[in-house]
């Protein structure tokens, strides 16, 4: 067995023990990159910086402090990956990184486990921007990439408020898109009391809006919540002056027991349990303070237009705009109207885009145009206005409708701007009302004065005559009441007289009916009278109770009275068929006043006579 | 008396009812409104290029004849060449509303009430007629369905407003100094909500509101004794 040498073998283990410490280093510490683009740029411009933490940590990593640099968070990923069961998180954090002033700054590397970087800032003047793809400047285009004002938190670091403007030169009219951005500390602030505002008249605001962006940023190790407003800035009036944005709000005060403070060693336990959470839990006191946040002042230039090569036509409007036209038909008769539109669609203040349109023009009749605008965004800033102009040709012929003229400054080139539409050429047909009347039309329409003579417009259909019947309210009559009693009225009396009818008949069936049940119920009592009669062979009451039983009958079928039906009455109702009928009557005259005898054979012959008109039906 | 001349006095007097009715209407004047008075004025307000009072005036000759095609015609051009939109509605509101003049269909709705009462009771009189008084019943509700429809398709137009002025700004508030919220165009139709003082809330088309002076606009049918303007 070959041993060996000691040096050899310690040179060995050395090298063994620094691969164990380098993987359990790779294993439990994180690893931290970091990325600057561009690594030169300007004085008024700004670089970002990536910083990627690569590992199980929790900690975030908050950018170094370098006099002369500002680090403003804009943003932050976090990714997890599970490999083999061993979880790995890889978190990046995004910063602007705002120079105060030119030269050459070095970052250090972040916990050792990168590279310094180097960022190299030019003074101001000298574009780095065009060289530098990624540098944000400050001096852009509209629409470029906005630059914060520095972060400055309140002195309990519970909130701050912050103006990111893509500019800070700009001229009298001009707008510019702003965002305001107020970071509220998690717990520390109770309530935002107001939007924020600003004061002062060199500017206006647009309205903001009431449900602003919200984001989470990590300010110096602590979690912030991040509103942003996106609104408008337009320039009033010449002159330099810092425009600082105030935000009414509401804060915690924290009445924290002096021995609980830095309770613990570890200052990792004591940021855990001095927040405000755990304060709360373990009875602290929280007292509430209204305070008004500043933002730090940003510098402003509001530089006046320039008075020279300023447009004759120019209304105010700054930006960049782009204008094109359209005729609503290339052709048309005369007196016929058509639609001039003008489309100018852009960047800038549209409340200051104006256009008199097409004015005084030859063989055409112009109206004052409208104006609609639609914007592109929540603040109005993009957008298009479109000038809608109705034209009538007072000729027949090839006629050429001017083109327009529109007229704005342009802030970046510092220069005015007449953008022109091109003529169209339309086609006008002569109209069958004639040349003289459209030419009436064309004078009239629009003047301000009525016709003298009235004429046959080539547009209108000529007057009526006038018939003479007119009304004295446009409201209907069916609105009116007056007029509507007349059919409630009638449907009234309708309803009425079908009650009074239905009751009329109701009663009248009702009469009928207690007439036939008393006719009924007498004419069983006679006959009831008839049985015992003949039972006790009383041959007067028999003939007399047969007679007043048939006169009952008869009665209801003749609607006559009883009592007075006689012989008469029956030789003319039933003639020859009343021969039974007649003689018993005939025989209870006999029986009543003569007293004859009849035997019983007879009397049930009789009977039967009495029942059979009873079954007779009444005639209706 | 027998039911068969209580109904005939009835219908008598109903129908010199009706005769009264009629007659108690003022007579026309030169003061009162008449479709081609509001059509002349209509066509002289277009040519003095007032397309507001054009367009109101032609909105209140369409109610009093609203199957004049001249009157749809000029009310169209005018329109067109305000630069606004054309006339829309339901299908219902347009052919309900074309049916006949509103005063003519009252009479007719009048008319189908007298139908369906004399029938209804004749009916009971005569039960062996049922087919022919039940036709005439039935032609008696149709008259009043027709004239129902036709003041369900106008009822709409009693609070509509025709914007008057030129560029009528709508603002947030029934004061002077209140924002605008949008400018109306003249001739604009609106719908009239309430008023306060001199301001008058009203609906665009478009379902925007706000308050506008009410001298900048006028009610398309005017309330009684607010002038020809009609507020």
Redesign the interface.
């Known amino acids: 067995m070959k041993l060996l040498h000691p040096s050899r073998l310690h040179l060995q283990l050395s090298v063994i023990a620094a691969l164990l410490l380098a993987a359990g280093a790779a294993y439990g510490a994180p690893s931290v990159t970091q990325q600057i683009e561009p690594a030169e740029i300007a004085l008024g411009e700004a670089a970002q910086l990536t910083i990627a933490t690569l590992g199980n940590t929790q900690t975030p990593i908050a950018p170094p402090v370098i006099a002369g640099l500002e680090f403003v968070a804009v943003g932050q990923s976090s990714q997890m990956e599970s490999i083999n069961g061993q979880t790995t998180s890889k978190n990046s954090v995004t910063y602007q990184v705002i120079p105060q002033r030119a030269g050459i700054f070095t970052i250090p590397g972040l916990l050792g486990g990168s590279p310094p970087l180097v960022l190299r800032v030019l003074a101001s003047g000298v574009s780095a921007a065009s060289s530098s793809p990624g540098a944000f400047s400050t001096l852009p285009a509209a629409g470029s990439a906005m630059v914060a004002s520095a972060t400055h938190l309140t002195q309990d670091g519970s909130a701050f408020v912050r103006l990111r403007l893509p500019k800070h030169q700009l001229y009298v009219g001009e707008s510019m898109l702003v965002d305001i951005q107020v970071g509220l500390r998690d717990g520390l602030v109770a309530t935002l009391n107001g939007l924020p505002s600003f004061a002062g008249d060199f500017f206006t605001l647009n309205n903001l809006s009431t449900k602003p962006e919200e984001a989470q940023e990590i300010i110096g190790g602590q979690p912030f919540t991040v509103l942003t407003w996106h609104s408008a800035l337009a320039a009033v009036k010449p002159g330099t002056t810092s425009l600082t944005i105030d935000t009414p709000l509401t804060v915690r005060m924290q009445t924290m027991r002096p021995a609980a403070a830095n309770r613990f060693r570890d200052p990792a336990l004591n940021d855990v349990f001095n927040d405000p959470f755990f304060q709360n839990f373990f009875g602290g006191g929280t007292t509430e303070k209204e305070i008004t946040l500043t933002s730090p002042p940003a510098t402003i230039s509001v530089m006046a237009l320039p008075t020279q090569n300023r447009p004759e036509g120019f209304t105010g409007a700054v930006g960049h705009f782009k204008v094109s036209s359209e005729l609503s038909a290339a052709s048309t008769t005369v007196g016929d109207?058509l639609?001039l539109r003008l489309h100018v669609s852009g960047a800038g203040n549209f409340d200051r885009v104006r256009s008199a349109m097409l004015g005084s023009v030859d063989d055409w009749k112009t109206?004052?145009p409208?104006a609609t605008f639609t914007a592109a965004d929540a603040t109005g800033y993009r957008g298009e206005k479109v000038f809608?102009q109705?034209v009538?040709a007072r000729e027949p012929g090839t006629k050429i409708l001017p083109g327009l003229a529109f007229s704005y400054f342009d802030p970046d080139a510092g220069r005015y701007e007449t953008a022109l539409t091109p003529p169209v050429n339309v086609t006008v047909m002569a109209d069958v009302a004639g040349k003289a009347a459209a030419n009436s039309?064309a004078q009239?329409?629009?003047?301000?004065?009525?016709?003298a003579v009235p004429f046959v417009?080539p547009?209108?259909?000529?007057?009526?005559?006038?018939?003479?019947?007119?009304?004295?309210?446009?409201?209907?009559?069916?609105?009116q009441p007056?007029?509507l009693a007349?059919?409630s009225?009638?449907?009234l009396?309708?309803i009425g007289?079908?009650f009074?009818?239905?009751r009329?008949?109701q009663a009248a069936n009702d009469g009928d009916a207690a007439l036939q049940r008393a006719t009924a119920q007498a004419t069983a009592t006679w006959l009831a009278q008839m049985d015992t009669a003949a039972a006790a062979r009383d041959i007067q009451v028999f003939f007399s109770s047969a007679r007043s039983a048939l006169r009952q009958a008869l009665a209801a079928r003749w609607q006559v009275a009883a009592q007075s039906i006689g012989l008469e009455d029956i030789d003319a109702h039933l003639g020859p068929d009343g021969n039974d009928v007649r003689q018993l009557f005939a025989r209870a005259d006999e029986a009543t006043y003569s007293g004859s005898d009849e035997d019983v054979g007879d009397l049930a012959h009789w009977k039967q006579v009495v029942l059979r008109q009873l079954k007779e039906r009444p005639t209706q | 008396m027998t039911?068969r001349m209580?109904?005939a006095l009835?219908t008598l007097?109903?129908g010199a009812?009706?005769a009264h009715?009629a007659t108690?209407?003022?007579p026309?004047?030169?003061a009162?409104?008449?479709?081609?008075?509001l059509?002349?004025l209509a066509?002289?307000y277009?040519?003095?290029?007032r397309p507001g009072m054009a367009v109101l005036n032609y909105e209140?000759a369409r109610?009093?004849a609203p199957n004049d095609p001249?009157i749809r015609?000029?009310l169209r051009?005018?329109r067109?060449?305000?630069?606004l939109p054309p006339i829309t509605g339901t299908w219902f509101e347009r052919q309900a509303s074309k049916l006949a003049s509103?005063?003519a269909?009252?009479w007719f709705?009048?008319a189908g009430?007298?139908m369906?009462?004399?029938s209804?009771?004749l009916s009971?009189?005569y039960p062996r007629r049922r087919l022919a008084l039940g036709a005439c019943t039935a032609a008696g509700f149709a008259l009043m369905a027709v004239?129902l429809c036709n003041?369900l398709a106008?009822w709409p137009m009693?609070s509509e407003a025709v914007v008057i002025a030129?560029a009528t700004p709508a603002r947030v508030a029934p004061a002077s100094m209140a924002d605008s919220l949008m400018t109306l165009?003249e001739a604009q139709i609106l719908t009239v909500d309430t008023e306060l003082r001199d301001f008058t809330l009203v609906h665009t088309d478009m379902g925007r509101s706000g308050w506008v002076a009410t001298a900048d606009i006028a009610r398309?049918?005017?309330?009684?004794g607010k002038g020809i303007v009609g507020f």
């Open positions: 109207p639609t109206y004052p409208t809608e109705a009538i039309l009239n329409v629009g003047a301000g004065t009525a016709p417009s547009g209108l259909r000529p007057d009526h005559a006038d018939t003479g019947n007119s009304v004295a309210s446009l409201v209907p009559r069916y609105f007056p007029f007349v059919p009225a009638l449907a009396a309708f007289a079908w009074w009818l239905r009329r008949e | 039911a209580t109904i009835l007097a109903l009812g009706l009715a108690a209407v003022p026309p004047t030169s009162g409104y008449s479709a081609p008075r059509f002349n066509n002289a277009a040519r003095d290029g209140r109610l009093l001249d015609a000029n051009f005018v067109t060449t305000a630069t509103p005063n269909l009252f709705g009048c009430v007298l369906v009462g004399v209804l009771l009971r009189q004239t003041a106008i009693m030129r165009r398309v049918v005017p309330r009684a």
